[in-house]
């Protein structure tokens, strides 16, 4: 299959405010400095920086608030930013960030029409206020995406549900809270965990998905940097051993690049200030390589 040559734009979202653990601020430009831009253009591709959208500090900010209000002001700018890159025909790739930031990433992919989510995470991301055990945004925003939460956070760009179950499929989940696995067991999702790939083959889980969203004309890719086992990237918001090994991951990504059908996409959790010598990005950056058309013949 001969590659696709895109006009990408990096947007970058350098937020925190959706946990606890400081650093995963710095991963726009730990991605910068991993050379991702250089990466990207080398394979062809047409790559501008827009920057980075603008976001509070959490310094700045009263210690006992919820900070539902900044991550809304943050989401509602990327939302509004993804669709103009869209509307020029250019392929936003967005960089977290934790992945709070996807309630405006996805809200605005989604604004013309619906799109199918290949949501790459340890976590599914589908608390809300009153069952999470944390009360953590990053650890809702799928949630939030399908309707469910506070209404602050639901109304982002447009009100309601921003997402159909069908159109979501979840891979290398290991880490679920007891009513998110009772949601998704419910729901029509394509869930496809850690023992699915270590049963089947990180291949044949990866065609089953994509067979799955054969209904999608377009396809975005949310990938949080956890979903690969913390022994290889250490630097990530919420580590859990029992990921995918690098091989694993770039197949996954060399295998969504075939099907044609990519549009947008995102990288989340990279926390360099717990990172080994920026490691943790320079995989994520390759790996996003491998996702935009990098093969090895």
């Known amino acids: 299959m001969n590659q696709q040559l895109r006009d990408i734009r990096l947007i970058g979202v350098p937020m ?37 959208i603008p976001t509070a500090l959490r310094a700045s900010l009263d210690a006992d608030d919820d900070y539902v209000e900044p991550i809304r002001d943050t989401c509602s700018l990327l939302y509004e930013e993804v669709r103009r890159t869209l509307a020029r025909g250019q392929f936003p790739l967005v960089m977290g960030g934790d992945h709070s930031i996807a309630i405006g990433s996805i809200g605005g992919i989604t604004h013309d029409g619906p799109r199918g989510i290949i949501w790459i995470d340890a976590h599914a991301d589908y608390n809300t206020p009153a069952s999470s055990p944390s009360g953590n945004i990053h650890g809702m925003p799928m949630a939030v995406l399908c309707g469910s939460g506070s209404e602050r956070l639901t109304s982002v760009g447009r009100p309601g549900p921003k997402l159909r179950s069908e159109d979501i499929a979840m891979i290398a989940l290991r880490d679920l809270d007891v ?27 990866v065609k089953s998905a994509l067979n799955q969203l054969e209904h999608c004309e377009s396809l975005h890719v949310s990938f949080d940097v956890d979903s690969v086992d913390p022994y ?6 919420t580590p859990v051993e029992g990921g995918l090994r690098p091989r694993e991951a770039h197949l996954l990504m060399e295998l969504i690049a075939e099907d044609g059908r990519l549009a947008s996409a995102e990288v989340v959790e990279i926390n360099p200030i717990i990172d080994e010598r920026n490691r943790t990005a320079e995989l994520a950056a390759n790996l996003l390589a491998s996702l935009l058309g990098k093969t090895i013949l």
């Not at 991702?36 to 394979?43: G, K, S, T």
């Not at 290889?232 to 918001?237: E, I, T």
């Open 232 to 237: 290889f990237a250490p630097g990530v918001g």
């Open 16 to 52: 925190d405010l959706g946990q606890d653990l400081r650093g995963v601020d710095v991963g726009p430009s730990a991605l910068r400095y991993a050379g991702l831009a250089d990466r990207l253009r080398r394979l062809g591709h047409r790559v501008t920086d827009f920057g980075n």
């Open 179 to 205: 009513e998110e696995r009772r949601i998704l067991q419910e729901s029509r999702m394509g869930i496809y965990t850690m023992r699915d790939i270590d049963e089947r083959g990180i291949a044949a889980v």
